[in-house]
């Protein structure tokens, strides 16, 4: 429920509090579930594969080096706040980036980029005699590493994604166009006529992302 108090975050007890678009609401702590899906198990794998290697593989100087970068990093604020990053923190950070896209742990930190412009455009789909395609437009090549994430089809009303999941990275475009058909149909199956499709894009180099654009577009009725 809605309440009045000092701006709050997190559990207190059995009471977790929370900033809704509403204003500051209370609610009952409740245990998620845990179906122990592809994707969780994936992650935790990553998360203890990363974990691993910080206690067991990096020198002192490797850790001391991870250290130095991570106190110039922020974390995100919240409540309006936010501190630096410790050593581990980062190296998780950087490092499940990188397994998640198929690529190898790094031990020292890598130089953060400069971010050029993400030469994506939009999210087109068509559906041609029943066959839907979901293609993303671009005015250029996409960094090797870009990162596609998609929500499952929802209503027409719904203004923001409700929850992605990564689908993979993107392919180099043909005429202006990446093809992410394959990508989302896999994880969620082809979507239905009138249903609202969002993707969020963002860059990985070397570990390092960018904040992701979001995309969507209505699949529309079969010509």
């Known amino acids: 429920m809605k309440i009045l108090d000092i701006p709050q975050s997190g559990k207190r007890g059995l009471y977790v509090s929370q900033n809704s678009r509403n204003g500051l609401i209370s609610r009952a702590l409740v245990i998620p579930a845990n179906p122990q899906t592809d994707a969780q198990l994936r992650v935790r794998h990553f998360l203890q594969t ?6 067991s593989t990096l020198t002192q100087a490797q850790r001391d080096a991870w250290t130095a970068e991570a106190a110039q990093r922020r974390s995100r604020a919240r409540l309006g706040q936010s501190g630096p990053l410790t050593g581990v923190q980062l190296f998780t950070k950087i490092n499940c980036a990188l397994l998640i896209i198929g690529s190898e742990v790094v031990l020292t930190p890598p130089a953060a980029p400069v971010f050029n412009r993400l030469p994506v455009t939009g999210l087109s789909i068509t559906n041609t005699g029943g066959v839907v395609a979901l293609k993303l437009t671009t005015s250029g090549t996409p960094a090797d590493g870009t990162m596609l994430w998609g ?7 719904i203004s923001a994604a409700p929850g992605v999941v990564f689908l993979g990275t993107l392919d180099s475009p043909v005429n202006n166009a990446i093809d992410i058909t394959a990508a989302y149909t896999a994880k969620y199956g082809s979507p239905a006529a009138g249903k609202k499709v969002f993707v969020k894009v963002n860059q990985n180099i070397n570990g390092w992302e960018d904040v992701p654009r979001q995309f969507w577009a209505i699949v529309p009725a079969a010509s």
């Open 151 to 157: 929500a499952k089809p929802c209503s027409q009303g």
């Open 50 to 55: 990363v974990v691993t290697a910080w206690g």
